[in-house]
């Protein structure tokens, strides 16, 4: 997949490629702008796959965009302001976060991985697996930040902070602070505890903290 991040890094836009036949599959509702000769195609993969991506916050569908009779290009949006990485897969995969995924290869298949412990976090229980050959683009709000674990490492990420990360790592959802009403009255609620080796990508803002600030602010109906 040939593709160009522009108007970075607050306002990122990823800009894709195609060539006569190539396809790239994308998050529903990401296409800003295309080329004439590119036809679209929405995709469920089953009743399955609609509900994995449903618990992972993405949307139900799934849309495949495919160059016809000359090549072109696709303009994809993330739903908020942030950047746009590139990852080339390895095995074993990536773990991808709760609406972080942006588009990928269609060589690339996506699977719903569930961490049941700390089920009433709220955050980061449902994760998307992506494995396979090819890239993957996957959004952010607020700037991205790499940490590269060494073997035995361990590192510790909100779990509204969270964005992507190898897959294979242990992973742990903990209380941020001993006891329920600690963990509350701290303000962070869960953490994921990751131990190297393996790479993590965090965002530098929380999507659900902006929410709540904005919240109170917004017109009730009735």
């Not at 897969?89 to 709760?98: D, E, K």
Request: proline share 5%.
């Amino acid at each position: 997949m040939r593709y160009e991040v522009m108007h970075g890094p607050a306002f990122a836009v990823a800009k894709v490629v195609l060539g006569p036949g190539e396809t790239v599959r994308a998050e529903s509702g990401a296409m800003a702008s295309m080329s004439p000769t590119i036809e679209i195609e929405t995709q469920s993969g089953g009743l399955g796959k609609m509900f994995g991506r449903l618990l992972t916050g993405e949307s139900l569908f799934q849309t495949k965009f495919t160059a016809s009779g000359g090549g072109g290009e696709v303009i994809l949006a993330p739903k908020g302001p942030g950047e746009i990485a590139g990852i080339d897969l390895v095995q074993p995969g990536l773990m991808i976060t709760s609406g972080c995924f942006l588009a990928c290869d269609p060589s690339v298949e996506l699977n719903t991985k569930a961490e049941w412990k700390g089920m009433f976090s709220g955050e980061g229980l449902f994760m998307m697996h992506a494995s396979g050959a090819g890239t993957v683009l996957v959004s952010t709000f607020g700037a991205i930040r790499t940490i590269d674990l060494q073997p035995g490492e361990q590192y510790i990420i909100d779990t509204g902070h969270l964005v992507a990360f190898t897959a294979g790592m242990q992973m742990q959802v903990k209380k941020s602070a001993r006891g329920f009403f600690a963990s509350v009255a701290s303000g962070e609620g869960y953490v994921i505890h990751l131990s190297g080796p393996g790479r993590v990508l965090m965002q530098t803002h929380n999507a659900s903290s902006l929410a709540s600030i904005i919240a109170p602010f917004i017109p009730s109906r009735g």
